[in-house]
């Protein structure tokens, strides 16, 4: 007779070995460690996601049920990538993954009595948090001279993250802004009670002092999930932390994965000493590391490895890739910003054209969320497609945040950020005066506003009008709230229906506009289709709202997409692409200048260039400029010192050299004429040392940002002259003269190669008063004047049907003559 235990076991090893058959030593190493604490130190692109995955199918093969294993991310997107290969690893297996907020929020959802709170509780995302802030800042009386809303809001944050409640940070020495938040915190936490809510830092904030008040709980949850997989753990904070660490006492089966140079979010809260003193929390830990990378080209890797050298706060590993030597990576100096951003759209429009590349090959970078807008218009000028990474903007739009209240009010009527939101939306005649008699009312009785709205006849400031219109109000609600268990497509249209909230959308929406706001609640709607059909069962508002309030940035990144991706380097964490720019890598911005004074956030600058360069897998341009316009003032710029920190010698170093007349010297989007330099010295020798010497230029740049005003010169200084001289020394090759002009436009609908390349179009400084030209629509006509700057010059042209003005950025107008 046959064992049924050996031939089990014959499955076990014949699965574990498909398992391991295309993994490298040290990711075999990780994949088959099974009991016990790991740190696996996974440098850029290294499979960290195949490895991990990888481990929970050994896990399961092993026996160990899939009920006891839970992997934690920071992304919904790395947890759905996740979820994704271990479907086809181990089919049908039902491992918990999500990220930390959606971890701690479905265990506050069953034991939230022991917080004071209820299992339908709101979560708050960052807008409703900052309406709660300002009420709770009034409530307590404190001035905001010294301290803004924002600002009282982020010391309260930080203590949060640091798991530092109200009463122990009223007992601790405080910063005169600390001393105001400290006043706030207790009253902000106490509305949020009465109001069953929580914001984003509460969800770990509670569970953190779940587990270290309730001894029996956390043995419970620990025994529950025995094995923790942590993603990203260089980004934890303190309360992540201590949830990962309470959770793995009795089981100490924590593994965790990531890369100390990866560390970018310390402005959150994140603790870069979770991760280095890994070791030392559990002296037992099998460490591995993972330096072999996939994703990128030597070239590439070797650029990022020599820059994140110079950190100090680091684990050290030897990165290396097997991959083709690939292209130079790119250091490539403009003009202007302008100009960066014209010359970036022509070389991914002729790429394109070309069939080099496709439009979601590309991404831009950059350390500011304000640098996209040139970048943004001269994608547009040239018709290429592009998306913005930014998932909860969609989320974040009035007619959606307006639906979603009343949605919110009736999943949890304590709900008042909700309530103030919707109680006059579509107009009902209840003012702001009304709403802030209910609030009061709401605070002297420690109630919610909608209980206050229900008792407004007691409320004596109130005019009877107000009172009726109140009612009014509290039986739209209640005839919506009967629906509250019904389909959520359902529950939502009717919603919209009896709040009158379409024909208020109609009444109010300009149709010209762009953006529909109907079309979006439409579109809310149709997500409401989709959840109804993934939850068939299980679906409920709460699970929804849930679902919405966590969206991340990132969640709404389309990598199938055949658009251009900008965002910020923050952002571009975890993702990785064929062709990538960083544009302004330059002193001040990358780093922040705030960084300067703490060697910490220093370091941690350099880690946020070095998460970029490796995002890239074939093709990388590091860009910056000679002038920017800051604030609305043209000024002259240093490049980043940690460009003196990269193997120049084997980068490809371009300055754009640009065509200029008197005709274009003072229109030029971010003067391009003789305008003073800070002087850029390069070694002593410019012409044999490309190395630079960044600290002299700093009193230059401190003179320069004291006066705003500069005069063009009509002989060029002495700073220019030098300046022009470094700029030519570091560059191996002059730049073709680029411009806005010069542009191959109109890819928008992706037409074909040839009828992209036939489209040239002719310089800016052609169109000049006299100038004749061709309409494709108004026929031969002349240029009467020619007004405004760079991309917003216009030209008004006299055709023989009369006058017409044109955008010369975007004109499709041919010069005769």
Known sequence: MD???????DDAGHNNHALLRELTAPQCDAVQHVDGPMLILAGPGSGKTRVVTHRIAYLLSQGIPDWQIAALTFTNKAADEMRLRLDKLAPGQNVWMGTFHRFCAQLLRRYASMVGLQENYSIYDTSDSKQAMKRAIEAAGVSTTHASPDQIAGVISKAKNKLVTPEVMQGQMLSPKETVAAKVYPVYQRQLLTANAVDFDDLLLHVANLLRHNPELRGELDQRFRYILVDEYQDTNLAQYAIVRALSIDHPNLSVTGDPDQSIYGWRGADLNNILDFEKDYPAVKTVRLEQNYRSTPNVLRVA??????????????????????????????????????????????????????????????????????????????????????????????EIK???????????????????????TPTRGIGAKTVQRLQEFADRHNVPMLEAARRAEEIESLAKRSVTMVQKFVAIYDRIAARATAPLEELMRFVVQESQYDKYLEKTSDESD????????????????????????DGSLEAFLEQVALVSDTDAFEENDQRVTLMTLHASKGLEFPR????????????????????????????????????????????????????????????????????LEEMKRI????ERNFFDSHIDQSGSGDWDLPAIQIGDDAQADVSFDFGANQDVNQDINQDDGFEPSDEPSRQTKESTAAFEAVADEPAAATSASDSIPDIGKLKTAADLMSAKRPPLSAFREGTTVRHFDYGEGTILAVSGLGPKRMARVRFADGEHNFRLAFAKLEVVG
Request: charge should be negative.
């Open 514 to 537: 762009d953006s529909s706001p109907l079309g979006n609640v439409d579109e809310l709607i149709s997500a409401a289709v989709d959840f109804d059909r993934r939850h068939p069962d």
């Open 580 to 647: 990538v720019f960083i544009v302004g890598v330059e002193d001040d911005l990358l780093p922040h200048k705030r960084s300067k004074e703490d060697d910490a956030q220093f370091e941690e600058e350099r880690r946020l260039l070095f998460v970029g360069i490796t995002r890239a897998k074939e093709w990388l341009q590091l860009s910056c400029c000679k002038r920017r316009m800051i604030r609305g003032d043209t000024r002259p710029v240093i490049p980043s010192p940690f460009l003196n920190e990269l193997p």
């Open 3 to 9: 064992d049924p235990d050996s031939a089990a076991r």
């Open 305 to 398: 490895d020599q820059l994140i050298r110079h950190n100090r706060r680091r684990k050290q590993k030897d990165l290396f890739t097997d991959n083709d030597e690939g292209e130079p990576v790119i250091l490539r100096w403009y003009e202007n910003g302008y100009e960066e951003a014209d010359s970036i759209a022509d070389e991914i429009v002729a790429a394109i054209a070309s069939d080099r590349a496709r439009p979601n090959d590309f991404a831009i970078f950059c350390r500011m969320n304000s640098l996209t807008r040139s970048l943004e218009h001269a994608l547009r000028g040239r018709g290429v497609p592009y998306q913005i990474v930014n998932g909860v903007e969609f989320y974040q739009r009035k």
């Open 655 to 658: 300055e754009s050299a640009v």
């Open 402 to 424: 307006d639906v979603l209240a009343y949605l919110h009010l009736v999943n949890n009527p304590g709900h008042d950020v909700a309530l103030s939101r919707v109680i006059n």
